[in-house]
């Protein structure tokens, strides 16, 4: 069996669809989660969300010995967790970090993401529909 792709969530985003649909778009966590299965196809794929940051660190040691890559909006503890990138440093795959805004058009306050430091990549701006980009991008790294 494949090692699973975990896309991981960060805070609020359990609430997409009906937070700042002006932002954040219609689709909800749901439509998300169908995104990158249809996007993974037979690839298996660990979705969850968390408004916890010590959940999220704990399935990001789950993927260090069970993942083959890593999708990642980490939300608001983008900016601000240090905990949350020093765990994604000792992943050994390939990392994706994802915004569904363009971050650096935002507010300055969304200009300095921590988890960049230690990203393979960073797909922002693209609205929901950057999971599935990020999952297709995901499937070839982990295949290189
Ligand atoms: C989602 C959030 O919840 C914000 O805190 C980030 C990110 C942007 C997004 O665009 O997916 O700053």
């Known amino acids: 069996m494949a090692k699973p792709i975990y896309v991981l969530n960060g805070p609020n985003l359990n609430r997409l669809g009906k937070r700042e649909p002006e932002i954040y778009g219609k689709a909800t966590l749901a439509d998300v989660e169908n995104y990158c299965r249809e996007a993974a196809g ?4 660990v979705f969850r969300q968390s408004n916890s940051e010590a959940q999220i660190i704990d399935w990001i040691h789950e993927a ?3 993942g083959a890559g890593i999708i990642i909006n980490p939300a608001a503890f983008t900016f601000v967790s240090m905990a949350i ?3 994604l440093k ?3 795959g390939p990392i994706i970090e994802l915004h569904i805004t363009n ?3 935002r507010e300055p306050m969304y200009h300095n993401s ?3 430091k230690v990203a393979t990549a960073v797909i922002a701006g693209l609205g929901a529909d950057g999971y599935r980009t990020a999952t297709s991008a995901m499937l ?3 295949a290189a």
Request: negative net charge.
């Open 103 to 105: 971050i650096h058009r």
């Open 90 to 92: 000792m992943f050994p």
């Open 85 to 87: 990138m020093d765990a």
């Open 114 to 116: 921590l988890v960049s």
């Open 64 to 66: 260090i010995d069970e």
């Open 42 to 45: 037979s690839h298996p794929v």
């Open 140 to 142: 070839r790294l982990i």
